[in-house]
Structure formats: structure tokens, C-alpha cells
């Protein structure tokens, strides 16, 4: 009798669990800590959890003592993994869509202190016409020998923030091309708690405000300086034109609470809008399909995103997170 009760206990408390980690918004936990890390590797989880389903219906099946509990436990685990994959199936892997007549095209690389090298994010940009690079963990120096790397390509960047020389994986930059006029960094709408972030306007009032952003880490130690970090990014996709791109360090999962008509707050995530959102960004060294999408590019319903990719040629170039492209037409 007691192992009977202390086996169903055990069976809710894994349903509870598993529950959580599949659709912790739905209880509003998705900004908890343990269950924002989980979540986080929502592929990750998902292919434990079927390595345990095929252990669980092995011993049910070897085993008449535990037969029940375990084929329990298979139950259980087998929702899990339906859940997960229907929800990562709904985000999509694209393939990735062709844009090339695109008006606006958004590049954003956290490059861990520059480790790629100015060239090669230079080329890539080239390569990409990227009109707005952002760059986190990327100093000032290093935006600036990017931007003369593409001015020597035929293409003239403004260079915005960076600072942080000393520790390169504070500072933030963004590149903004000529061609969409005169940018000026503002301090308006403040900084990000940990980590640097930059936010710039048109000097003319005419055009989108351009964000390259960067949230803290979800660490224990961080939790409060990351959740209000995203509410920061929130409050500028509030804005009524807005392109906000970066690391954000968060999935569409941790910012299920901040949407307001959007997928953060009035901003629309340019790789769910093209079905690529379950491509993992980060790390680098883990398979994209089974990585995290934590690198975005949102904006406000004035663009219309076109294609997005996850650039995954660039695995073994220094960085841990990979490059990012949106491309955007204005909305009519």
C-alpha cells in the first residue's frame, strides 16, 4: 500500500515537472529560475527526455514488479516530447526564404570580444548588404576596423556605442548605413542592467529607432538584473517604429509575458514570422536544430519581415553564437 501511494506520488510529481518545462507560461513561470533554464533547451530536453522514454519502456518491459510504474513514466515522458516538438514544429526550421529585393536588411552577430575578426564580420556583412549590423560583445575599436573593412567593400557604415575596451564582452555596437541618414545614440530609454546596450534615433525624426541589444545571462546570480533587462527591450518595441536586434539571452518562451499584441511587447520576432524560430542561434557547437534561438531581430508592425536565416558556416569562426540576418520591406 505505501509503495502504491509513494509511486503515484512520484507520478504526479514528474506529470508537474514535465508539465512546467513543456509550457511554463501557461502558469506564468516562465521567468523562474530553474524553469528558465530548462526551457531554455527545450531541444535539448525534449531528446533527453526520449532517451529515458526508450529506458522506462525497456525495463516495463523486462520487468512485472515495476511494469506499471515505469509504463507510467514512458506515458509521461511520451507527452513531454509530443509537446515539445509540436511546439518547436509551430516555430519552424524553415527552409530559410529568399529575399533579395528586401529594403531593409539586419545583421546581428554577438561575436565574443571580436573573436571572429573585424574581416570576417566585415565580408559577411558585404556579402549580406546589411543596411543595420548589431554587435554585442564587440568594442568600439573593433566596429570601427569592421567599418572600414566594408567602406573599403563599397559600403559606408556609421559607427554607434562600443566603449568597454578593457572588457569587450561588456560593450555593444551597431553599425548603421549612410544610405537610411544621419543616426545619434540616445539615452533616453537608458541601458541595460550588466551588459551594454545601444539605442539610436534618426538625427531627422524620419526613420525607425535601432536598438542592438544585450540582456544579461540568465544565471542565478542575475535573474532579477535579467528579467528587468528584457522589460527594458520591452519598453523600446513600444515604441511605433522600432527594429530591436541582438543577444537577448531569452527564447519565445521567457517572453510569452512581455507580448502585447507582438511576440515582445508591439514587436513581431522576424525568424517566427518566416518559420525559422526553432533554429538554434547558441552555442555554436551543438546542431542548430537542437541549440537555443536566444539571437533575435524584432520589430514593430511598420516592417514586414521577408526571410530570416541562421548563417551556421560560421560554427568554427571564434564566436559561440551565430550570425543572424532579417530582411524587412516597409509595411503598407
Do not use: K
Not at 521567468?31 to 522514454?53: D, K
Not at 554607434?160 to 548605413?177: C, F, I, K, N, P
Not at 527594429?243 to 514587436?267: E, W
Not at 526553432?278 to 534561438?293: E, F, H, K, S
Amino acid at each position: 500500500m505505501i509503495a502504491r501511494l509513494l509511486a503515484a506520488l512520484a507520478l504526479l510529481a514528474l506529470a508537474a515537472v514535465l508539465f512546467i518545462a513543456a509550457w511554463p507560461q501557461l502558469l506564468g513561470l516562465e521567468q523562474a529560475s530553474v524553469v528558465a533554464q530548462i526551457v531554455s533547451l527545450r531541444a535539448v530536453a525534449a531528446g533527453a527526455a526520449v532517451v529515458l522514454l526508450v529506458v522506462f519502456v525497456v525495463i516495463a518491459l523486462a520487468s512485472r514488479t515495476v511494469r506499471r510504474f515505469a509504463g507510467s513514466v514512458a506515458v509521461l515522458l511520451l507527452a513531454f516530447v509530443l509537446v515539445s516538438a509540436a511546439v518547436l514544429a509551430s516555430r519552424g526550421f524553415g527552409p530559410a526564404r529568399s529575399a533579395d529585393e528586401a529594403s531593409l536588411t539586419v545583421l546581428s552577430w554577438n561575436t565574443l570580444g571580436g573573436e571572429p575578426g573585424a574581416q570576417a564580420v566585415a565580408e559577411i556583412a558585404l556579402e549580406q548588404g546589411a543596411d543595420v549590423v548589431t554587435l554585442p560583445e564587440t568594442a568600439r575599436s573593433t566596429a570601427d576596423e569592421i567599418a572600414a573593412a566594408m567602406l573599403a567593400g563599397g559600403r559606408q557604415m556609421a559607427v554607434l556605442g562600443g566603449g568597454d575596451e578593457e572588457l569587450e564582452a561588456r560593450a555593444t555596437s551597431l553599425l548603421v548605413s549612410v544610405e537610411l541618414g544621419e543616426y545619434a545614440v540616445t539615452d533616453q530609454f537608458g541601458d541595460t542592467s550588466v551588459l551594454h546596450s545601444v539605442v539610436a534615433l534618426p538625427v531627422s525624426g524620419e526613420g525607425p529607432l535601432l536598438a542592438a541589444v544585450h540582456p544579461v545571462a540568465p544565471v542565478p546570480s542575475r535573474m532579477d538584473e535579467w528579467r528587468a533587462d528584457l522589460d527594458w527591450a520591452a519598453e523600446l518595441c513600444r515604441q511605433p517604429d522600432a527594429i530591436v536586434a541582438g543577444d537577448f539571452n531569452a527564447t519565445l518562451d521567457h517572453l510569452a509575458g512581455l507580448a502585447d499584441g507582438g511576440d515582445l511587447a508591439g514587436c513581431h520576432d522576424a525568424a517566427r514570422v518566416t518559420n525559422m524560430a526553432g533554429v538554434g542561434t547558441w552555442p555554436a557547437w551543438l546542431p542548430a536544430p537542437l541549440g537555443t534561438p536566444i539571437d533575435h531581430v524584432f520589430a514593430t508592425d511598420t516592417w514586414r519581415a521577408r526571410a530570416f536565416t541562421v548563417l551556421t558556416d560560421f560554427d568554427d569562426a571564434g564566436s559561440d553564437h551565430r550570425p543572424i540576418v532579417a530582411r524587412f520591406d516597409r509595411s503598407e
